[in-house]
């Protein structure tokens, strides 16, 4: 059975994610575990959650938790569509650096192969982190990369 890895936050609930998971479960025998960086909130994407402007610059006030708290409803909404698709999935909320939550999981776990979806280019913090790339360098693991359409 290959066992995949899904670290993704923002991008959570897309067609591209099902599409995926789909896509290994026909290769055969698989199951998924889905790793949410705890990402905080002022860093996500302004498209993404509404951002009131302070001085001509879009802030969100911190929120001790919120990222956290956040992490954990996209995860749960998330394990609930996956397995409504058939997949065998379980999942975390992690470090909100993507490659802390990577290493603290695959300290305990294997992996065939992980996958990271971002944003597109143009609003992806991960992208701009070269996240993809550092991650197959450090646990010598396949990584495949899958953008969102926004």
Not at 14 to 36: H, I, K, N, T, Y
């Amino acid at each position: 059975m290959r066992r995949y890895m899904i670290v993704a936050n923002q991008t959570l609930g897309g067609d591209e994610l099902l599409e995926v998971v789909r896509d290994r479960m026909q290769a055969g025998p698989c199951s998924f575990w889905v790793l949410v960086p705890a990402t905080p909130v002022r860093d996500l994407a302004p498209n993404i959650i509404p951002m009131p402007v302070m001085g001509g610059v879009p802030r969100l006030p911190e929120v001790p938790g919120e990222g956290r708290r956040v992490a954990e409803t996209k995860l749960q909404a998330e394990l609930k569509r996956l397995r409504d698709a058939g997949a065998t999935v379980d999942g975390e909320v992690g470090d909100p650096d993507p490659v802390h939550a990577v290493a603290a999981t695959v300290a305990t776990k294997h992996f065939d192969e992980i996958i990271v979806l971002t944003l597109p280019t143009h609003l992806s913090r991960w992208l701009h982190q070269d996240l993809p790339r550092r991650l197959q360098h450090r646990f010598h693991v396949p990584v495949t990369h899958v953008a969102t359409a926004e």
